[in-house]
T-cell receptor, first 114, second 112 residues
């Protein structure tokens, strides 16, 4: 049982390049999330998908887009990467709202924008 | 929106001693308070959570206490072991919300 799988694990981008971070979960969870983690800043929510077919902005959505491809997959796209987007990105999933069900996190994607 | 403050940012304890991490929150509507542990190179993992209708919850060596009036909650780890070394995050949300607000984390080091 893999849980939440993120690809790639590491990525270096040049400023202005685009890329998509992939996330898949095998727990049949309804809700999925994208967070970024920066030193001394904790985890901040970028976007979430309450259920298949819906997406909503979190605390720091600027510069990102998301797609809930199906119940299993939730991708995060950077259209024109900027150095300020250098971070570790975590995908998570939960059965229901994060306010009352456990969120399961992937291993993270370490992204560097130069 | 919600704001969660977490202290201390780093904590070193001797093996076998207790460790306490404290968090305060700003939104009185918040009523769900989980704690996550993040080991090096891994994603956070839930270790314990508490809801606002409960004042304390224990699970073996870890416990969480909640003071709704003062809007603060704490994580207590007793008889610490080297494998407790990690970064710990507190979080807050109101029941049914999709938005967990995290504290900035506490790096706990347990010295053998």
């Amino acid at each position: 049982n893999a849980g939440v799988t993120q690809t790639p694990k590491f990525q270096v981008l040049k400023t202005g390049q685009s890329m998509t971070l992939q996330c898949a979960q095998d727990m049949n969870h309804n809700s999925m999330y994208w967070y970024r983690q920066d030193p001394g800043m904790g985890l901040r929510l970028i976007y979430y998908s309450a259920s298949e077919g819906t997406t909503d902005k979190g605390e720091v959505p600027n510069g990102y887009n998301v797609s809930r491809l199906n119940k299993r997959e939730f991708s995060l796209r950077l259209e024109s990467a900027a150095p300020s987007q250098t971070s570790v990105y975590f995908c998570a999933s939960s059965e229901g709202p994060g306010g009352y069900t456990e969120a399961f996190f992937g291993q993270g994607t370490r992204l560097t924008v130069v | 929106g919600e704001n969660v403050e977490q202290h201390p940012s780093t904590l070193s304890v001797q093996e076998g001693d207790s460790a306490v991490i404290k968090c305060t929150y700003s939104d009185s509507a918040s009523n769900y308070f989980p704690w996550y542990k993040q080991e090096l190179g891994k994603g956070p993992q839930l270790i314990i959570d508490i809801r606002s209708n409960v004042g304390e919850k224990k699970d073996q060596r870890i416990a969480v206490t909640l003071n709704k009036t003062a809007k603060h909650f704490s994580l207590h780890i007793t008889e610490t072991q080297p494998e407790d070394s990690a970064v710990y995050f507190c979080a807050a949300a109101w029941y049914g919300s999709y938005q967990l607000t995290f504290g900035k984390g506490t790096k706990l080091s347990v010295i053998p």
